[in-house]
């Protein structure tokens, strides 16, 4: 193995999350190494968190998220609480501003050991998301499956919290729909040029919802954060929740989203370290540790 970096293996409400520092290096983790680490049980992931060396003063870190087919993402909230964890754990600083490709985010972690990560404000506008054609009003647009007399699907919410996102609303469990049909033909659909976030959502009250997921280049998840929040913003704003949400994703457990009179989203949950080791950033060839978790908690 050549120049290892050190990584963890990490989830956020079971969102697998591997946090890769680069810092001090002028590695990148390639796509090969990226997809050669998803093929693997062991090291099978939704997102490395890869922390580089910061950009802009002021901020602590650039991190690069790498989705499992090799691709980049702008945002994971999931991703970015471990992050937080495992940065907080080894410095002991607690409040964070890390920049990404979609800009700059705070996060810190709170006494009670919960994460919470501002993701910013979400985005409306068409070609902000972006969309390939002009819909006037996002909050419902013209997109469905299934027969054209009876949809499956149909009538998504849409926005952006730093990666695009379609959020179909339903009146039934969300795990009576086939999404691992209907999520990779919605992800590319030509709607979506940057490609998509699919997901389903059922409002349970005006303060909860349950949300499921096929995120674009992951495929199906246990969670995803960025989603969570285009849902709790998109209920909030067709009316069908108010701008508090609990959301409970597949893994069982539940991120609480806040918008903001400011227009921010604040994602609030928690982050869990699995197991530590090295890699080949360029290869995925990995080394794994046999330290206990206790000296991560």
């Not at 992951?218 to 246990?222: D, N, R, S, V």
């Given at each position: 193995m050549t120049h290892p970096i050190p990584f963890a293996r990490m989830n956020g409400l079971g969102n697998e999350i591997l946090v890769a520092d680069l810092r001090g290096t002028a590695a990148r983790i390639e796509p090969e190494a990226a997809r050669a680490l998803a093929g693997r049980d062991e090291t099978h992931f939704d997102q490395i968190m890869a922390i580089h060396d910061p950009v802009t003063p002021g901020t602590f870190?650039?991190?690069r998220i790498i989705n499992a087919d090799g691709s980049e993402a702008g945002a994971c909230g999931n991703g970015t609480r471990c992050v937080v964890q495992a940065l907080a754990a080894e410095t002991g600083v607690h409040d964070f501003v890390f920049e990404t490709r979609a800009g700059l985010l705070e996060a810190f972690e709170r006494e009670d050991g919960l994460?919470?990560?501002d993701m910013g404000r979400p985005r409306f506008d068409w070609r902000d998301i972006p969309l390939s054609e002009e819909f006037a009003d996002t909050r419902a647009i013209e997109l469905q499956i299934g027969p054209i007399d009876a949809p499956v699907l149909h009538s998504p919410s849409v926005a952006s919290m730093g990666n695009p996102h379609a959020i179909f609303w339903v009146?039934?469990?969300v795990w009576s729909y086939a999404l691992d049909r209907f999520g990779p033909i919605l992800e590319n659909h030509p709607l979506f040029p940057d490609r998509a976030n699919i997901s389903i959502a059922r409002v349970t009250s005006r303060k909860a919802l349950d949300l499921r997921t096929w995120e674009r280049g992951?495929?199906?998840?246990?969670a995803c954060g960025s989603a969570a929040?285009?849902?709790a913003?998109?209920?909030a704003r067709t009316g069908r929740t108010g701008r508090i949400v609990a959301v409970t994703v597949p893994a069982g457990g539940e991120l609480?989203?806040?918008w903001r009179g400011d227009d921010h989203v604040l994602m609030t949950g928690p982050a869990e370290w699995e197991w530590s080791?090295?890699?080949d950033p360029a290869t995925g060839a990995y080394r794994r540790d046999e330290a206990p978790a206790e000296a991560h908690a």
């Open positions: 870190a650039y991190v994460l919470t990560v009146a039934d469990d992951a495929g199906l998840t246990k929040c285009a849902a913003v998109s209920a609480l989203i806040e080791g090295t890699l």
